[in-house]
Structure formats: structure tokens, C-alpha cells
């Protein structure tokens, strides 16, 4: 059981700091060795361990300082770590005072006058105050009526004085109470009822039924947005002589919508609390229904940051790094980005470098001017109208060093980098390539040029063919080639201390690179069903080929063994060609179409399926002569070829952990150096 002191008032909100206090709880055996305490947020009842706070002894008090509505649960634990249930216990405290507020007096006869007045429990009411409760009017020091609140979002009264003494001066205050019993008094203010003869002569000066005024208070405005609620004051325009209004009328459109609302008297008062844009439109009317033009008021709100803050690197170099920020905000909308950098991750060590006023949802800018090879962190605080801001991640980027850039590299294709691999040998298994063992060992004398250029990788390629005949056969040849050739290049030409992998050269890399429009060969994608129905097992993931099945040049497991289908249906995806500057880049051609002297052809690491009257044929691509082409390795009436090419190894490396081109010209005999950051 858990007790407060002092006792909860009616209301059930407290004004002053609240005392919880824990009872000495029992434990017959070992004994209570203290309390864990933490606050209850949402409907998460229970919270790990590490975010309660532990007390020890049989008992405890706590001072609940702090407003609005909290709830604390409580848990015993003895001396050998057993624990209780849990208690919960819920506290209220508003301490803080109604807002000031002034008096609206209208001196409507000579016996009589209104009193127009109202405020709000703190700037706002939510559920951490606890709102407004009543009214007392004061004249001349009497308390003549105490008036209740019904709506918290419309806390005005409006009370008439009758039964006065014509020409009569009387003085007048008022005193708010919110429901924890916090008050604010009003400033007096002296009013007269009006003498007889007012307008002179006993005439009556001619009535008036006016437009009303609109006033807002409240929140403050930026940029015309308010960053908090505001209250709505609608008053009679006419003046007390010549009024004929007894009636305010208002309805609301937009984001906070209130549909036509009636108030009698001279003034009324709401809340806009929505975010967004609210028109309020105003009119008085008089006892017989007559109603005066409208006045209206359109008023923007917005309370909440940015949202979906995000800065990107786009590109750097050795002095720049371009970034792409981007934000949204759905009040008042993205008014400016300003762009940050620091050489640490210290929130005091950003400087802003530049402020981009845009209203995009995206802003490019460059950071320039900066040190060679050097890390820096960035990061952008995006700004809305109504002066909100959000700042996003910080993002950690470095220039570059003393190498060739990505776009100085994507302009040296063909050229030579001085790249060494660590040699390995590799057994090509008969089991998998159809025939018997091959043993392979690492070409240390073979040189390396630039291949592609693209996403902070590199790819290079060998010089030549690497003049070791690598020899598939049949149906286990075409079912493991690609894995093969793949795999003897990873082991043969990789360097795992400059992060650099490799590969054998595919037909994906010369499509990349060549416009050549395979699907204008004769036949390309068409389907065929031949009478002989045998095929190698690898084509079960292919099945209708390349073009809906797997990749051509992908493999990941081995795979054995040829079957026959009762119905085997293919699709053309063989085609061949001749390199030329019509389909390729002078560079590239150069780099592809190079023949050794004592080297005729190189594989490629990819499959292709042909067709003729009888039979579909599985076929390997490969480079003979400066053409594309491909050859069989097995017929689908069970027949086995053999074939053995050379292979083109490609290394592919990652841009940011080496520094390309410190030395060297890119020549054969002068290659760029690549080193490890």
C-alpha cells in the first residue's frame, strides 16, 4: 500500500509538492531490503530493471515536485531478491496560476451592464494543467456571482449586472480559478450606468448593428505561422450607446473546424489549438434575428519541427564534399537549410558554413576549400516558417587523398595500375568440369588495366589473357563453368590486403560497355521445343532461360549430372558479334579486342542456350578474334564437347580503402600506383 500527504483535494489536483510515502511492507522470511520506484509512461506497466531506481530500507518518502499528471509504481524486494507486486499511484499537481487576463465591460442601460471576461489554465489546456473551474465577479466588493466553466476550449463567461443605480459609478474585478485552486485577479475597472438623458435634449442616439472586431492572443507568430494556441476574442464594434447586438455569432472552417456557434452578449472567446490554416468567420445579430456583415480572420498555426531530416554525400574529392539534404513539414512548410561541418563530433565544434533559403523539399550543396585527405563531420539543421528547426544525423566523410579521383579515374579506362596479386594455386576438379583435374598457378607477369570506374569501385582488368588453357567438357562443364572460372580467379588473383576480389570476365560486362542490341539477332528469345529432350541439371534453374530464369553468369553451389525432360522447351539466348568502335568506345575496344600474340581466345564466365533442327545446344560464351561468340559443350541428344580457352581475370576494388595514382602515369611502363589507406 502506498499513501500521499496531504490528503487528495476533491478536484483531485494538487497545488503544492506532493509526499508519497511507502509503508513498511512484510516479509516473514528473509526481510525487505528496499523499493524500486519508476514512473509509468503510456500502458507500459513494467520497465526494465535498469530504468528503475532502487532504495534501500522497509520504508520511504518521496517528493513529487514536478506538474501535471504522474503516475509511479512501486515494487518490494527482500533479501534474497524476491519481489513483490506492483503498486501504482497517480498525482496531480498544477501549481501554476490562470493567465492574466482583462475585463470587458459594456454599458448597456442605465441600470444595467455586461461583464465580458475569460482566460485559460497556463498557455494552453491540456491534460498536464488542470484547466479552468469558475469565476467570481466583484462590484464595489461584493461578491455578486460565481460563475462555472462547462468548456475548457471556450473558458469566457459573460455576466449581466441588473437592478443599478442610473448614473451611478461602480467598481468592478474578477478572480479565475483553475480546478487545483490557483487563482488570478483581474485588473478593477470602474464603470457608470448611463444617464437618462444621454445624447441630449432626451433624445435616444440612433442604433447600430456593426461587422465585430476579431483580436488574437496568445502564442507568438513567425513568418505569419503561430507556434501555439490562440485565443480568439470577438467584440461588438458598435459603441454601448448605439448597439442594437445581444448576440455574438462564429463558425470556424480549415483545420480546426467549429461548426456555427451562438454567444449572447457583446463578446465571445475560443481556442484555435489545430495545426494548419483556420478561417474564422464573425458576424452579431440583434433580438429580432437582424444580422450584420462578417468580419474574418484566417490564422496559421504550426507547432511541430521537420520532419524526415536526412544529409547525403553525393560525390567528394580532394578539397570538396557535395552533399543533397532533404527535409518535410507539414505545417508551415521548409523555409531554409543551413549546411554544418566540424573536425569532431562535438555538438559546439559545427560551424554553419552556409545558410540555402529554398522552400524544396531537397537542397544541393558543396563544401569546399578543405584539407586533402582529411575527415570531417557534417550535417544540416533544416528550418520551417514558423521558425522551428530540425538537425539531422551527422554524417562522417573524408576528401580525398593524393590519388586520382572518381572522375579523373572514369576518364583513364584502358590505363595501367601497378596492382599485385597474392599468388595462390587452384585445382580445377574433373568431377565439376567434365573431364579430368587441371592445376593452375597465379600469372605474378601479367599487367592490369582500368575497367569501370563506378559506385567507389574499381575494376580492373588483365592485360592480355592469362595463357593458361582452361578446359570444359559436357554437361558437367557447361552445369559448373561459370563457378569455375569465378572461382579460380578469386584464388588465383585476389589481394585481400588492399580489400581487392576477382572475377572472370562476363557477357554482363560487355553489354555494360557495348551497344551492341543482342535482341536484334536472328532468333534472340524466341522459344523452341526440340525432339531430343536431354539436358545438363543446371538448366532446372534456368529452365526457360535466361531471360525469366536465373542469371546467365551466376552459379553459387556445384552442381552434377545431366537429365531428359518429356517435354523440354527452350529459349534462344545465344547471338554473336564483332567488336568495333560502331559498339564500343575507343578505350574499351582497345582494352577488349587485345589478342597475345600466342593467345587465340579467353572464356567468358556465362551461358547461353542455341538451337537447331534437332537439338537445343548449351553453350559457354568466349572472345575469339575480337568476336563474341560461344561454343558447345552439350546437345540435347546427349552429345559431349570439349573446349579450352584462356581466362580474363577482373579485380574489383574498393575505391575508399586505396589511394590510386600517388605515383606513376598510367603507361605500361610507368602504372599508377594503388596503395592500401
Do not use: H
Not at 160 to 174: K, P, R
Not at 560 to 571: D, E, F, I, M
Amino acid at each position: 500500500a502506498v499513501a500521499v500527504s496531504p490528503e487528495v483535494p476533491a478536484s483531485g489536483w494538487y497545488n503544492t509538492d506532493v509526499v508519497v510515502s511507502i509503508p513498511n511492507a512484510e516479509d516473514a522470511n528473509s526481510g525487505i531490503a528496499g523499493y524500486y520506484y519508476w514512473e509509468v509512461v503510456g500502458d507500459v506497466a513494467e520497465v526494465p530493471d535498469e530504468e528503475k531506481t532502487y532504495v534501500s530500507g522497509a520504508s520511504k518518502t518521496l517528493t513529487v515536485k514536478s506538474e501535471g499528471i504522474k503516475t509511479i509504481a512501486f515494487q518490494a524486494i527482500d533479501k534474497a531478491g524476491n519481489v513483490s507486486g506492483i503498486s501504482n499511484i497517480t498525482v496531480q499537481k498544477d501549481s501554476t496560476n490562470p493567465k492574466d487576463f482583462s475585463l470587458n465591460i459594456i454599458n448597456d442601460t442605465t441600470t444595467q451592464f455586461t461583464v465580458n471576461t475569460g482566460t485559460t489554465d497556463d498557455t494552453t489546456y491540456t491534460s498536464d494543467v488542470s484547466g479552468m473551474n469558475y469565476y467570481e465577479v466583484y462590484i464595489d466588493g461584493n461578491l455578486v456571482e460565481t460563475a462555472q466553466v462547462a468548456d475548457q476550449s471556450t473558458p469566457s463567461i459573460s455576466y449581466v449586472a441588473s437592478n443599478l443605480q442610473e448614473n451611478t459609478t461602480y467598481t468592478v474585478y474578477v478572480v479565475a480559478y483553475d480546478k487545483a485552486g490557483n487563482k488570478t485577479e483581474s485588473a478593477s475597472m470602474t464603470v457608470s450606468t448611463a444617464n437618462v438623458n444621454t445624447g441630449g435634449g432626451g433624445q435616444e442616439p440612433a442604433s447600430q448593428l456593426l461587422a465585430p472586431a476579431i483580436s488574437l492572443t496568445g502564442a507568438t507568430q513567425t513568418n505569419g505561422y503561430y507556434t501555439g494556441n490562440v485565443v480568439v476574442t470577438i467584440e461588438d464594434s458598435a459603441s454601448v450607446s448605439t448597439t442594437k447586438a445581444v448576440k455574438v455569432k462564429y463558425q470556424v472552417i480549415g483545420a480546426n473546424a467549429i461548426e456555427e456557434t451562438e454567444v449572447m452578449g457583446r463578446m465571445a472567446m475560443f481556442t484555435i489549438s489545430a495545426d494548419g490554416s483556420s478561417t474564422v468567420t464573425a458576424w452579431v445579430e440583434d433580438s429580432e434575428g437582424n444580422a450584420s456583415e462578417t468580419s474574418t480572420q484566417t490564422i496559421s498555426k504550426d507547432t511541430k519541427a521537420p520532419t524526415a531530416v536526412s544529409l547525403s554525400v553525393t560525390s567528394y574529392d580532394k578539397t570538396s564534399i557535395s552533399v543533397i539534404a532533404s527535409g518535410s513539414d507539414e505545417g508551415s512548410g521548409i523555409i531554409s537549410y543551413a549546411f554544418q561541418i566540424s573536425q569532431t563530433e562535438n555538438d559546439e565544434d559545427f560551424t554553419t558554413v552556409r545558410t540555402e533559403a529554398s522552400t524544396e523539399g531537397t537542397c544541393s550543396y558543396t563544401y569546399s576549400n578543405l584539407e586533402v585527405g582529411k575527415n570531417y563531420y557534417i550535417r544540416v539543421i533544416v528550418s520551417d516558417r514558423a521558425g522551428y528547426q530540425t538537425t539531422s544525423e551527422i554524417t562522417r566523410q573524408g576528401t580525398q587523398d593524393n590519388g586520382l579521383s572518381d572522375s579523373e579515374l572514369s576518364e583513364e579506362i584502358g590505363k595501367y595500375v601497378a596492382y599485385t596479386p597474392v599468388s595462390a594455386n587452384y585445382t580445377s576438379q574433373g568431377t565439376y568440369n567434365g573431364g579430368s583435374n587441371q592445376n593452375f598457378s597465379t600469372d605474378t607477369a601479367v599487367k592490369w588495366r582500368i575497367l569501370f570506374v563506378e559506385n567507389d569501385k574499381i575494376s580492373l582488368i588483365s592485360e592480355e589473357p592469362i595463357n593458361n588453357r582452361f578446359n570444359l567438357r559436357g554437361y558437367n562443364g557447361y552445369n559448373n563453368g561459370v563457378k569455375l572460372l569465378n572461382e579460380a580467379c578469386m584464388t588465383m588473383y585476389s589481394n585481400s590486403s588492399l580489400g581487392a576480389t576477382s572475377r572472370s570476365l562476363n557477357i554482363d560486362d560487355i553489354e555494360e560497355i557495348s551497344s551492341y542490341n543482342k535482341n536484334g539477332y536472328p532468333g534472340y528469345g524466341t522459344d523452341y521445343t526440340p525432339p531430343n529432350k536431354y539436358y545438363p541439371n543446371i538448366y532446372e534453374d534456368e529452365m526457360s532461360g535466361t531471360l525469366d530464369g536465373i542469371g546467365q553468369s551466376e552459379q553459387e553451389n556445384w552442381v552434377t549430372g545431366y537429365s531428359q525432360a518429356s517435354t523440354l522447351k527452350v529459349k534462344r539466348t545465344y547471338y554473336r558479334y564483332t567488336m568495333s568502335t560502331s559498339y564500343m568506345t575507343p578505350a574499351y575496344y582497345e582494352v577488349l579486342y587485345y589478342q597475345a600474340s600466342n593467345v587465340d581466345s579467353y572464356w567468358l564466365a556465362s551461358r547461353c542456350v542455341d538451337i537447331n533442327s534437332s537439338n537445343a545446344i548449351f553453350y559457354l560464351f568466349y572472345v575469339s578474334g575480337g568476336t563474341v561468340d560461344a561454343n558447345y559443350l552439350y546437345y540435347s541428344d546427349d552429345d559431349n564437347g570439349s573446349r579450352s580457352y584462356a581466362v580474363r581475370p577482373v579485380v574489383e576494388i574498393d575505391r575508399t580503402s586505396v589511394i590510386i595514382g600517388e605515383t606513376g602515369s598510367g603507361t605500361r611502363t610507368s602504372p599508377y600506383s594503388i596503395v592500401a589507406k
